[in-house]
């Protein structure tokens, strides 16, 4: 099967730097992607990876390890608006443009 | 600059009653359309998605059904909805072989 498994929910402080990971039993896949939700509103893309490695945009970098089938988003300097749902998702190279999403791990940004 | 639009933002419908979901996105042409399904505190579900006029891929099934009459309109339909349709659906699109833009989302409860 496939399927991909975050921690439910992390709490951090305000100017820190938090890792949500990302573990997943699949196949193959073409691509790690990350995903931010607030409350209420649609999700917003914020990285893929498409090979192993690091990739860095601002604030946030996520990582992926396809021999350890794990991957994480890294937040650094963590801000009050970055309280929200993270979610990753993986394309299986099964054919086809299905992208499937982790449950998603809830980050609460302490003052 | 790329937009999408989904309407409606929130609907109450009847058991047993049709509906009918659009989306259409501005600003770029042959998009990739996906209809997603969140239930509360929960990851995105994949439905339908879509890489050409007329080409409906379904990854779930159940009553509801997609068409994509133009290059960037999306509907999401079904004849008689039931009480497990209840839940917030998303329309995205995407260039690469991931959705990347999310419309705001309808939030459906059924009655």
């Known amino acids: 099967g496939q399927s991909l498994e975050q921690p439910s929910e992390v709490t951090a402080v305000e100017g820190a730097i938090v890792q949500i990971n990302c573990t997943y039993q699949?196949?193959?896949?073409?691509?790690l992607s990350w995903y931010q939700q607030h409350d209420g509103g649609a999700p917003t893309f914020l990285s893929y990876?498409?090979?192993?490695g690091l990739e860095e945009t601002g604030r946030f970098s996520s990582f992926l390890s396809r021999s350890d089938s794990y991957g994480y988003l890294l937040l650094q300097e963590l801000q009050m608006k970055d309280s929200a749902s993270y979610f990753c998702a993986v394309r299986p190279n099964t054919g086809g443009f299905k992208t499937i999403f982790g449950a998603g791990t809830r980050l609460f940004v302490k003052a | 600059s790329q937009t999408i639009h989904q309407w409606p933002a929130t609907l109450v419908q009847p058991v047993g009653s049709p509906l009918s979901l659009e989306c259409t996105v501005e600003?770029?042409?042959?998009?990739?359309l996906y209809w997603y399904r969140q239930a509360a505190g929960r990851g995105l579900q994949l439905l339908f998605y879509?890489?050409?006029?007329?080409?409906i891929s379904s990854e779930v099934p159940q009553n509801l059904s997609a068409s994509r009459p133009q290059d960037r309109q999306f509907i999401l339909s079904s004849k008689k909805l039931l009480l497990s349709d209840s839940g917030f659906y998303l329309c995205?699109?995407?260039?690469?072989?991931?959705?990347?833009?999310f419309g705001d989302g309808t939030r459906l409860s059924i009655l």
């Open positions: 600003g770029t042409s042959n998009p990739n």
């Open positions: 995205a699109w995407g260039q690469d072989d991931r959705p990347q833009h």
């Open positions: 699949t196949s193959g896949f073409y691509g």
């Open positions: 879509s890489v050409g006029i007329g080409q």
């Open positions: 990876n498409a090979l192993d």
